[in-house]
């Protein structure tokens, strides 16, 4: 079974950005549709992004969209969130999720859907 280890998360200024990675060990990535998760004090977790298996094609919540931007490099075993224009709504714990389903999958049952998950990184956005 893959395993998931999520850094780059930090302290950040509204308006500014951060770029989180995912390393997948004891499995192949592509043969994972990945995607990002995040949950905020006190709320649900939630889908922020995916990504198919061979990435290409991605799909994002709407409060994310223009401002985010999910990668990855399969011969590195490693999904990318590349996060811009960062909002004090944007503070979470981000979570990186591999699934046997599909990306599309992912963004239209969220969490209704079986995922290895990783550990989280947490992202403070200040205004």
């Known amino acids: 079974q893959v395993q998931l280890v999520e850094s780059g998360g930090g302290l950040v200024q509204a308006g500014g950005s951060l770029t989180l990675s995912c390393a997948a060990s004891g499995g192949t990535s592509s043969n994972y549709a990945m995607g990002w998760f995040r949950q905020a004090p006190g709320k649900e977790r939630e889908f922020v992004t995916s990504i198919t298996r061979m990435g290409s094609n991605t799909y994002y919540r709407d409060s994310v969209k223009g401002r985010f931007t999910i990668s990855r490099d399969n011969a590195k075993n490693t999904v990318y969130l590349q996060m811009n224009s960062l909002k004090p709504e944007d503070t979470a714990v981000y979570y990186c999720?591999?699934?046997?389903?599909?990306?599309?999958?992912?963004?239209?049952?969220?969490?209704?859907?079986?995922?290895?998950w990783g550990k989280g990184t947490l992202v403070t956005v200040s205004s």
């Open positions: 999720a591999a699934t046997e389903s599909t990306a599309q999958t992912m963004y239209v049952r969220g969490l209704r859907l079986i995922y290895t």
